[in-house]
């Protein structure tokens, strides 16, 4: 028996300041997001015998075998849950963050904390605690308690930020990268707890959400932006010293991307001021990390502007697409052409991982030359492509299409055992 999934809800109308280059491009990732993302990963990416989420899908459109990461299907939580905000089926929602959510209770420690990887027979790899699935653990509450509504992820998510506050510091108003381990000091996973943080501000009033995302804040500007050259840095020593490479510092622009987008979103949500900071994150990354032949923006650039790492992956196109987008939303930042022009740039080029030769799979790495990685798309990607798609279409706004049906010939059982 198929089941079909239909396009529920219409997305909102367009936005008055959208330019049609950023709304066609909005049409077009929704297609790609809803006729084959979400069907093909609501299916063949839940792991119904080990509970969770594959960690990757092969390119034959099978499910990949092997290790997994825990946090994995944390991410799968809130791209679900964003799939439902933006119009998905309600019923195939619930049913894939539920068994998400399921699955990551399953796999948390006594106090809460989120273990790191399972062997691929679903016995523990890694029972260690590392910061960056802690932040997408509380993420993944989120999204599961604005979804599914109850009080339990609320207050698993209340416990959790407890026990990092107890546990995780390090110095400096920074956390540790892992309880068992000492040093370095990473920005990212700072970077995902106040994204964590912003989540949670929108559903629940709680002061110590708005505690956290202002202490993040305050070690970004204080630690780890380098207001010399306008970048983020990523590595620390436990005294909130920059940690070289050979006498340079290396520079992630898709990072650069993604802080500035949370800090545009800190200031709206929190109240915060965080000045020109955004913009010159943006222009740092742009001009440096995106590469003028490909228009792609590559893995990483040293401080001084020279490259790293000219490899591209699918997520900085996100989080370049993300920036524009928030920026253009900025009065104060004037340039909202040029903004909007980039912003349908990296769309476009986002397009491009997103057409592989099996429907729903994405390209990951694209070589300095220009071709294609060939390797099986991660399910962590979902994560940053939902949260690209969810931004173009709050910005663009799309009419959506009526009555779109999409096979998920899966989820009914899921469905049915949810009630």
Not at 127 to 153: K, S, V, W
Not at 392 to 412: D, F, H, N, T, V
Request: glycine residues 8%; hydrophobic residues 45%; charged residues 20%.
């Amino acid at each position: 028996m198929n089941l079909f999934v239909p396009f529920a809800r219409p997305l909102p109308p367009p936005a008055p300041q959208a330019g049609r280059p950023v709304a066609r491009a909005a049409q077009a990732l929704a297609r790609c997001l809803f006729e084959d993302i979400l069907p093909l990963w609501a299916v063949v990416g839940l792991d119904h015998a080990q509970g969770g989420f594959a960690e990757t899908i092969e390119p034959d459109g099978r499910a990949g075998t092997g290790p997994r990461r825990v946090r994995v299907s944390a991410r799968q939580v809130y791209a679900f849950a964003v799939a439902e905000e933006l119009g998905w089926s309600r019923m195939a929602a619930r049913a894939c963050v539920r068994h998400g959510y399921r699955f990551l209770c399953g796999h948390t420690s006594a106090h809460g904390f989120l273990f790191h990887s399972l062997e691929s027979n679903g016995s523990l790899r890694d029972g260690g605690h590392e910061l960056y699935d802690q932040a997408f653990l509380l993420l993944a509450y989120a999204h599961a308690h604005r979804l599914l509504g109850g009080g339990e992820a609320c207050a698993r998510a209340h416990e959790l930020l407890r026990q990092i506050l107890a546990r995780f510091p390090a110095g400096g108003g920074a956390f540790a990268t892992r309880l068992d381990a000492g040093g370095p000091i990473l920005a990212n996973p700072h970077m995902h707890l106040l994204e964590a943080a912003l989540a949670w501000i929108e559903i629940d009033d709680a002061p110590q959400w708005h505690a956290l995302a202002n202490r993040i804040v305050h070690l970004f500007s204080t630690c780890f932006y380098d207001r010399r050259h306008g970048a983020v840095l990523e590595a620390f020593d436990l005294a909130g010293k920059p940690l070289a490479e050979g006498g340079r510092y290396r520079v992630e622009p898709g990072h650069n991307f993604e802080w500035a987008w949370l800090l545009m979103r800190w200031e709206r949500l929190a109240g915060g001021e965080a000045g020109d900071l955004p913009h010159t994150l943006i222009r740092f990354a742009e001009t440096h990390g995106v590469d003028p032949v490909r228009r792609v923006a590559v893995n990483a650039v040293w401080h001084d502007g020279s490259s790293a790492d000219a490899r591209a992956r699918l997520w900085p196109q996100t989080e370049r697409l993300k920036a524009w987008l928030a920026l253009a939303e900025e009065s104060r930042a004037g340039a909202v052409e040029e903004a909007e022009r980039k912003a349908a740039e990296a769309a476009e080029t986002l397009l491009l991982y997103l057409r592989p030769s099996t429907a729903g799979l994405w390209h990951d790495v694209m070589e300095p030359a220009g071709s294609f990685a060939a390797e099986p798309a991660p399910a962590s990607s979902l994560y940053h492509i939902a949260c690209a798609i969810r931004k173009i279409l709050a910005y663009a706004g799309s009419e959506g299409e009526a009555a779109r049906r999409l096979p998920a010939p899966r989820l009914e059982r899921e469905a049915q055992t949810a009630h």
